[in-house]
């Protein structure tokens, strides 16, 4: 779970179910709020926040106690916009210290000066001017309010900072069990990479060298014009990223109930990141196009290898289910809704035509949606872990792990 808006003073979340006994590294989990926000089109944003983590709860001295673990991501931005996104109005403030409390005789007190305070300052701080395709104009319908900074705020991408750093819990329990996760950029706008990328190609630290996390120098350039292009044309552009993860074992999710088909929750994951408009697993809609015969990957066995696939047109999922394959998901990502140029929209208080509202905002974003993608994709196999080995502890889902790939070892051998 998390909480917090863009512009608020911090982000929360909270991780439950977490095993005791998991060694955490700060470092680790700073590197990957720090991953989210690189990337060559991102805002100037990003050069205000330096994302770290606060544990408050769950761990002691840097090992997990199996409590929930509440944490925060302090914005350092809040300090610049503590006026427009105060907790309290000015009226509402002032009478609290004053009385002591906020009882419902003491807080109409203070009710003139609130009206005073909104009147003169917050209007003019007011959104009335939906962006389309964002969530400004069904946000507002859906919760009634008539100033749209109260959607964007929790609809931003901000948001997915929590969701990298509880995505690096995740992944560092992985790491234990030698599952990792990678993920690379296929494609911006026009450009793509043009080429199946192989697991034992991945290598993070070089992919993240790129400034657009391509693995192809030359067409890492070609992306880098592509998104000057569209800066130059106060425009922005979208892409798709893959995540890979490597090291899983059959079995993960399940084909008994719908909502345990672990690519149906991974798909889901994924989408729910801003901006994603389509997720595939393998060949995924490439695949709608081939025949069975030329689509399904064909079942092998010799004695040095067991039995074994030579393809991965599945990625790695087969009935809901890993098949002990690499897991290979994509996903698309529009262009980001908020223009440098911005196109029309209706002021939702005077009806009449206006430009949609304008903020600062990346002209690209893919490249950080991938490390989010990671983290999303980490959390989901952590959970398919956690339900089929258990263990309150990290020695316990160990040897559970351990006796399961045993199992399977004999079984395909």
Known sequence: MTAGES???????????????????????????????????RGTRMKI????????????????????????????DWENWKDIMAIWAKG????????????EEKAGAGGEEQRKFQSAGYREAKVSRPRPGHADLAGALKFDLDDIRDVLERSSARETAARVAAGALARLLLLELDIKIFSHV?????????????????????????????????????????IDRAREDGDSVGGIFEVIATGLVAGLGSYVQWDERLDGRIARAVMSIPAVKGVEIGLGFRGSSLRGSAYHDEIFYCQEKGIYRSTNRAGGMEGGMTNGQPLVVRAAMKPISTLAKPLRSVDLVTKEEVRAFQERADVCAVPSAAVVGEAVVALEIANAVQRKFGGDSLAQLKESYSRYKDQIERRLT
Not at 49 to 56: A, T
Not at 61 to 76: E, M, V
Not at 92 to 103: F, H, L
Not at 200 to 220: A, T
């Open 92 to 103: 509402q403030q002032e009478e609290k210290v004053r009385t002591g409390g906020e009882g």
């Open 186 to 226: 296929i494609s911006i706008g026009e450009v793509e990479l043009g080429r199946e990328i192989e697991p034992q190609e991945l290598d993070q630290k070089m992919i993240d060298r790129s400034p657009v996390r391509c693995m192809d120098e030359r067409i890492s350039r070609l992306m880098m014009q592509e």
């Open 49 to 76: 926040e330096e994302d770290r983590i606060e544990i408050l709860s769950g761990v002691r001295r840097g090992i997990t106690t199996g409590s929930p673990i509440a944490a925060l991501i302090y914005n350092r």
């Open 7 to 41: 512009h608020g003073k911090a982000l929360s979340l909270i991780v439950d179910g977490y095993p005791s006994g998991v060694s955490l590294s700060e470092d680790f989990i700073t590197l990957e709020l720090h991953r989210r926000q690189l990337g060559y089109g």
